[in-house]
């Protein structure tokens, strides 16, 4: 008994040690207000998420629009960080020229009047698509968007070159390796400055790839996110951060985050010593689409002095009401 109570103490002090040693705290969280918002799609046309799968084509189902941006442009990235969002999340694709575009879907078909795969086509060529035909909030019958834009779809370079300074998640959409050898290329070329005001998460394969490459960058799989949350949850609370959680990206769902040793702040402040940004996710429900905390009700799930992240699909409605409450709370001071 006595040489186990020992064993004990010694593997405690040994994970006490590993939690001595400080990674420096990422850029791409950091800000002079929190919490910081992340506008998931930046400022973009809202659609049902019942049923949804991967090849659902979400153009075809969107509720009347409020506004006319659209997804992915550098219009609606704009937008987003005028309307509060700190950080705006995009989506890449490879060309045939050696460029990333910046577009959400595998396919052209469904939101432009382009056919076949977006990594099919040299970055000239996609620039000629009409970025908002596809878009029908009546099933097909109207649609509203059609020839509305003249924007033409923008460059990874070009959006960060027209956004110097600001954040951004990149989204691969593929799990193949090779597009993960692409990006890391892209990233270790581009100033450092630049490159840590960036993280990227997709699918394991090219992500594997991008961490080896360029592991001072915060990077997020559904696989790591799990490794990392499941290996917290084990040995937590012994103030031990598991290396699977460093520089990781971490979506924390409202309705399990209870489950996790410190939560909200000392999680938060763990996670942030080892490189990682947490941010608050809409409820996780099996089978259902990823949510952000997109109503007015749901701020509720944001803790008090959190200095942490949110994620959002309406940057519109939780910006503006982050802002209010903020002026309130000056107000009150």
Not at 72 to 99: C, K, L, R, W, Y
């Amino acid at each position: 008994m006595h040489v186990f109570i020992r064993l004990i103490f010694i593997i405690f002090a040994l994970l006490q040690a590993g939690c001595a040693t400080q990674i420096a705290p990422s850029k791409f969280a950091q800000a002079e207000q929190f919490p910081v918002l992340l506008a998931h799609r930046g400022m973009s046309q809202t659609y049902s998420a019942v049923d949804v799968q991967n090849d659902t084509c979400t153009a075809m189902r969107i509720y009347p629009p409020t506004h006319t941006y659209i997804e992915n442009t550098t219009s609606s990235m704009q937008a987003a960080f005028d309307a509060g969002a700190q950080i705006v999340e995009i989506d890449i694709h490879p060309t045939t020229d050696g460029q990333f575009a910046v577009f959400h879907d595998w396919m052209l078909d469904c939101r432009t009047n382009g056919k076949g795969r977006t990594r099919d086509f040299a970055m000239a060529d996609l620039k000629t698509l009409d970025l908002g035909y596809g878009y029908s909030a009546d099933g097909g019958k109207t649609f509203p968007l059609r020839g509305t834009t003249t924007e033409k779809m923008p460059s990874l370079q070009e959006v960060l070159k027209q956004f110097t300074g600001k954040r951004f998640l990149i989204n691969i959409k593929s799990n193949d390796p090779e597009e993960g050898r692409l990006l890391a290329n892209f990233l270790k070329d581009i100033p450092r400055d630049t490159r840590s005001l960036l993280a990227v998460y997709g699918g394991q394969k090219p992500l594997e790839i991008v961490r080896n490459s360029v592991p001072d960058i915060i990077t997020m799989s559904n696989d790591s996110l799990k490794d990392c949350l499941l290996s917290y949850l084990a040995i937590g609370w012994s103030g031990y951060v598991p290396t699977s959680c460093h520089y990781n990206l971490i979506l924390m769902p409202y309705n399990y985050a209870h489950f996790f040793w410190g939560w909200p702040h000392v999680f938060n402040t763990r996670m942030q010593s080892v490189g990682s940004a947490v941010f608050i996710a809409g409820p996780y429900e099996a089978g259902a689409a990823s949510r952000g905390i997109d109503s007015i009700s749901e701020l509720e799930h944001i803790p008090d002095n959190y200095r942490g992240g949110v994620w959002t699909n309406q940057i519109q409605r939780i910006g503006h009401a982050l802002q209010q409450r903020k002026l309130e709370s000056t107000n009150q001071k």
